[in-house]
């Protein structure tokens, strides 16, 4: 099953994802999650997209990627085991798309069976390069988010997106398995549902969510993973993955919940009281 993992920070923060090893977590199976992986380093409304369909552990960009000094203060990364639609940097996630002149991020984890013919897209903006499951609902939430976007310059409000993107949720959530990580520069939305855990098993919980208390510096530490953030002024971090990744008060969050993360801070949540 594909791995999810994501920062959001007050502060520009150096996130270095060591890719051979992140494949590995959380992984059901000898071999962990072979079949490509990526990242997205957001730079205001703009993000630098990497990607590459083969194992990270065969690529050399990905070592050249692991010593850049990318800071920022959004970060979202994918690594595929493939389910639906063969190994192609077009079936590669995170996907990303423009919509009212600003990058939009999207990855999952999960399996949406027969979601094409379910979910129809009509003609018109944002089809689908490959053949995932994943890109056909990432372009299905950019037309249900079009409408909100309509006035240039104009960021919507955190609820009017959060209403959008949770009845979004709730449309797939039936289908099958539905973890998703979407960002669009300002605030990062995650939605948590049922996984293929270690064990085999699909269950909850399909996130995790680590809030770290506002710090002059952060300094996080795992097997795959070093996050670092400092600054003179006192600000908060916070982390998503599919599994925890190293130590701290790691929550699983509870099946069917949405969440939104704005500078290292839950902005609003919906599907679960869980904070």
């Known amino acids: 099953m594909c791995e999810l993992f994501a920062v959001s920070s007050a502060h520009p923060a150096r996130v270095r994802l060591r890719f051979a090893a992140f494949a590995g977590h959380g992984a059901s199976v000898a071999g962990g999650n072979p079949d490509g992986w990526g990242a997205a380093y957001f ?91 994943s890109e056909h609902v990432f372009c299905q939430l950019l037309r249900s988010l079009a409408p909100l976007w309509r006035e240039p310059g104009v960021v919507p409000s955190v609820q009017a997106r959060l209403d959008v993107v949770a009845a979004f949720a709730a449309r797939l959530r039936p289908v099958g398995p539905v973890n998703f990580l979407y960002a669009d520069g300002d605030a990062l939305f995650a939605h948590a549902h049922r996984r293929h855990q270690a064990d085999g098993t699909l269950r909850p919980p399909g996130l995790h969510l680590l809030l770290r208390e506002p710090a002059l510096a952060h300094a996080v530490r795992a097997e795959g993973l070093q996050v670092d953030s400092g600054n003179a002024r006192s600000h908060p971090l916070a982390m998503l993955a599919s599994v925890p990744l190293g130590k701290g008060a790691w929550k699983p969050l509870p099946e069917g919940s949405l969440l939104v993360l704005r500078d290292g801070e839950v902005a609003s949540t919906s599907g679960g009281g869980f904070l």
């Open 43 to 133: 730079d205001g409304p703009d993000a630098h997209v990497l990607r590459e369909p083969i194992p990270a552990v065969r690529s050399s960009f990905v070592q050249v990627l692991e010593n850049h000094d990318f800071h920022s203060r959004l970060v979202m990364s994918h690594v595929r085991r493939a389910s639906r639609g063969p190994v192609a940097l077009a079936n590669t996630q995170p996907f990303s798309r423009e919509l009212a002149g600003r990058r939009h991020v999207f990855a999952h984890n999960g399996d949406l069976p027969d979601i094409q013919r379910r979910w129809p897209l009509e003609p018109g903006c944002w089809q689908p390069v490959g053949q995932t499951d």
